[in-house]
């Protein structure tokens, strides 16, 4: 299997397109120094050549600026998982959020049992893909969003439907357990050691 994970990526394909016109543009200009050359005598002819090499060569300079400059940015920011289609299947991406709050894009290796196995600032980082929340990128990949504070995937449908729960009921966490020992509903009850005195009530501020 190939250790790619790409084929050939578009950042490829647009330097290879560059280097084609600019060996025309070179056979070009050569084909215009040969039919002019008798004629270099002439110091009109000569100082129009002179004017035809200069814009040759800054069209040359903006030309490969305008395919260098995104293609490296590409590479610099990891964007070919937006761009670009994965087709090594020992591949996905990652959509990761760091610790201090940035956003990241990385190609990484599967494994056995879920496991993806990426870099985190040049440390060994691999996460488990528990399988439950897969996103596809708009090329096409196959993605899982990590962020440095959890060594599985995030699943944002369980986020989401947390982030409800608590907005139109306010039961997460520890008001939740509040809400069903009111109820009589804990799967497990309280005990209490058997010293004659009375359990703390909830809005005691010691328990």
């Known amino acids: 299997m190939s250790k790619r994970a790409f084929g050939i990526t578009n950042s490829e394909i647009s330097s290879i397109l560059w280097i084609i016109s600019f060996m025309m543009s070179v056979i070009s ?5 040969d039919l002019l050359g008798p ?12 004017v035809i090499s200069l814009c040759f060569f800054m069209t040359l300079l903006f030309s490969f600026a305008s395919m260098a400059l995104p293609n490296f940015l590409i590479s610099k920011y990891n964007l070919n998982i937006l761009i670009d289609r ?3 299947p020992d591949f996905m991406g990652w959509i990761r959020f760091t610790r201090n709050k940035r956003l990241a894009f990385q190609i990484v290796r ?11 600032d040049g440390e060994k980082a691999d996460v488990i893909n528990d399988g439950s929340y897969t ?3 708009p090329s096409g990949n196959q993605a899982i969003i990590k962020s440095d504070l959890l060594s599985h995937n ?4 369980n986020a989401v439907g947390w982030n409800l729960i608590h907005k139109h009921y306010h039961l997460v966490g520890f008001k939740a357990w509040e809400k069903a020992q009111d109820d ?12 004659g005195l009375k359990p703390l009530k909830r809005n005691s ?3």
């Not at 200009?29 to 120094?33: D, S």
């Not at 009589?184 to 010293?195: E, I, P, S």
């Open 86 to 88: 994965i087709r090594n």
């Open 154 to 157: 995030v699943n944002l449908e």
């Open 184 to 195: 009589g509903k804990l799967v497990y009850k309280r005990k209490t050691k058997k010293t």
């Open 205 to 207: 501020e010691v328990w």
């Open 39 to 50: 004629f270099m005598g002439n110091p009109n002819i000569r100082g129009t050549v002179m």
């Open 110 to 120: 599967n494994g056995p049992l879920g496991q993806t196995k990426g870099m985190a």
């Open 29 to 33: 200009l050569k084909v215009t120094f």
């Open 135 to 137: 996103v596809t990128t």
